[in-house]
């Protein structure tokens, strides 16, 4: 038996979150490839986006990997059909997991987003979230990435920005929603819809109304890469090692590529993962 | 008589701090270029930055500029000579006029830099301070440009995050001070080394000593054109247009290219220069 090869995919360290959700339910070689010189995606074009995403995807390909993870909202939202096209693995993208779990926790049918400007630009979690008949209100926190790589995780003035961003979000769902439907029923799920945003739950979790259900995509996502891999396993019957849950080292292993600087990465990995990160590897794709 | 051309060069939005200093102080034609689609440069290599920076040249050249102001940090840090190298006109930077105007200013010989945390990694700011025989005590203060970008510029969370960094940095220059010197005097002078600041100028006056004389590189800047653009006056007897200052909008007009968003640029162009901006055209440098 063997452990199966898992790439992941971000444009910088906010994918770790999903590898840390990923690692806590699958054992697995785990390839996280971080393409720190080029970020951030969310304000370039769809075409670059992809162009950039196929690179990565073909360099964590010739590391045999088994399964791509796409850990990084804006490249899936901009380019997962063209990743899948290119990719000869299956691909699981960050957005579609996030939207199911919402869907699946919602009683109101009603669910607020917050992301980068750029994923809410995209409207790709409002799309995903339509199709599971669940109706999505977006709200751009621009400086909750900012604020959690200053490591103000349980900072007073991150509280102060959660409040103020969850305060006009939760307004604005309120006051389209009455439009909309005449029906005053307001969201009770909350989507982390931006991979940084797992270090600040708890902080968002004692800011929310006590009856919002907080969904996290990386969460979610991990969820949705076990299922596929207990898939896998069983119909290749015992290809894979045994994946019942498993908190032993041993069957996980981590290599880290990134693009730009290897110490800046160390620092932030080792404050996203919550355990000290050393073989990182510098790794050129050009452009 | 003509006006003269001034080209200014930005990777985003902070350049435009430079240029409303300088539209204040001398009538020209300006062209503000903005490389939105390829910013932060602080994440970048100086060969990409440089590379990025002679291409802006190239294409603020083509509209027959006089005189090219590097009206952004990271670009004059890493790539001022390669740039200087490759114009065929005379080429201002931002570093050094700031550093300049802090020297005149210091009575204790020791400044505060604030600035972005590429720009404090460069050290551009504590070497050109060293030539003027000012020890510089930089800190970086990641958080004030994703605020400023919120248009938070008098917001309570802006001056919390600004009492928490300005209270580490004047802690960090009186303990190194002492350290260094036996002597207990303080920086007596605070640079605003980023292209963002002027905007929260008001705020960090109110927080900062009242001993504390705040510089900023904008202004510093548009002094040094001004006097360029004198001397050339002279020199050309009556070449350019009688240069006296004037507030008349006929002796300036801009124009706008980036090569990223056009409508997002008019947003944070309008609240950057107080006026409203219009004439934006987009451009792809490729890459």
Not at 195 to 210: E, G
Request: with cysteine.
């Amino acid at each position: 038996v063997t452990l199966p090869r898992i790439g992941v995919f971000d444009s910088g360290v906010g994918g770790l979150t999903v590898l840390k959700a990923l690692a806590e339910r699958q054992p697995a070689h785990y390839f996280y490839f971080g393409d720190t010189a080029r970020l951030p995606y969310g304000t370039k074009s769809a075409e670059t986006v992809a162009r950039y995403a196929i690179g990565a995807t073909r360099f964590l390909e010739s590391r045999n990997i088994d399964l791509l993870v796409i850990a990084c909202n804006t490249a899936t939202a901009l380019a997962l059909p063209q990743i899948e096209a290119a990719a000869s693995v299956p691909v699981v993208g960050v957005v579609e997991p996030g939207a199911a779990m919402a869907s699946e926790v919602s009683q109101a049918r009603r669910a607020i987003v917050i992301a980068t400007e750029a994923t809410v630009a995209s409207h790709a979690y409002r799309d995903a979230l339509a199709r599971h008949g669940v109706q999505a209100f977006e709200k751009a926190c621009p400086l909750f990435v900012p604020l959690v790589e200053e490591g103000w995780t349980e900072h007073a003035v991150t509280e102060q920005v959660a409040q103020i961003y969850l305060g006009e979000a939760i307004r604005q769902s309120s006051n389209l929603g009455e439009a909309a439907t005449q029906n005053g029923d307001e969201a009770d799920v909350m989507v982390l819809a931006c991979t940084h945003y797992p270090l600040i739950a708890p902080l968002l979790r004692r800011i929310a109304p006590a009856q919002m259900k907080i969904v996290d995509s990386a969460e979610s996502t991990a969820r949705v890469v076990k299922a596929m891999m207990e898939s896998v396993s069983r119909e290749a019957a015992g290809e894979y090692e045994d994946l019942a849950p498993s908190k032993s080292s041993d069957h996980r292993s981590f290599r880290f590529f990134v693009t730009d600087s290897v110490e800046k990465f160390k620092k932030l990995a080792t404050r996203f993962l919550g355990r000290q990160v050393d073989n990182v590897e510098h790794v050129d794709l050009g452009g």
